[in-house]
């Protein structure tokens, strides 16, 4: 496997179509009207010409995971073709949860919009702010589901598994 680090992220050329990096990107929302905001947010990513969201999951209702005091989510994964680097996406996706009014005042607590980068083409990043693929996505039923309805053949670039292996071995897993 070719390992890229974070020294090349903004050099390394994987290019789709019209020279686009393809990227999926993780919504989730507990508070308010939740399919209303992942819509907002769907709509916010692909508002400029950096960013086009190519296709969309199905919305899934899911109980919360980690702290269990709060409302169910709606999670779904969006196919987003950018020229924009990893760190502008980051960038973008903060402002997009800033400007759709995110609260949250329990760290792992209620939110209004949560945008994470699961994968960047198939780039490893390993920066404070900046993990890509998102280091818990194989543990994440409520990421891999989404994720799987939408890039089942995608690999894990360091897992080297595919997305749908990920989320059979984590329901697999949980039977046992
Ligand atoms: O970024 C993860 C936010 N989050 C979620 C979530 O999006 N969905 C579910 N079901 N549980 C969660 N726990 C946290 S934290």
Redesign the pocket.
């Known amino acids: 496997m070719q390992n890229k680090t974070s020294a090349n992220i903004d050099k390394t050329v994987i290019f789709c179509c019209n020279g686009r990096m393809i990227t999926y990107i ?1 919504l ?3 508070m308010g009207d939740r399919a209303k905001n992942i819509n907002d947010a769907v709509a916010m990513l692909g508002s400029a010409e950096d960013v086009s969201v190519s296709n969309l999951s199905s919305f899934y209702e ?6 269990t005091d709060q409302g ?2 709606i ?1 779904a994964a969006a196919e987003v073709n950018t020229t924009l680097t990893p760190r502008e996406l980051l960038a973008k996706c903060m402002r997009i949860e800033a400007d759709l009014g995110r609260v949250r005042t329990v760290r ?2 209620p ?1 209004t919009i ?1 945008l ?1 980068i699961l994968l960047y083409a198939d780039l490893v990043i390993d920066e404070p702010d900046l993990k890509v693929p998102h280091p818990l996505m194989h543990e ?1 039923e ?2 891999l589901a989404p994720l799987a309805e939408i890039a089942p053949d995608v690999l894990h670039p360091v897992l080297e598994k595919t997305i749908k292996e990920l989320l059979d071995s984590l329901r697999s897993g949980k039977g046992k």
């Open positions: 993780g989730g929302s507990n899911t109980e919360p995971v980690g702290y169910p989510f999670n792992w607590g939110r949560d994470d994440r409520f990421v």
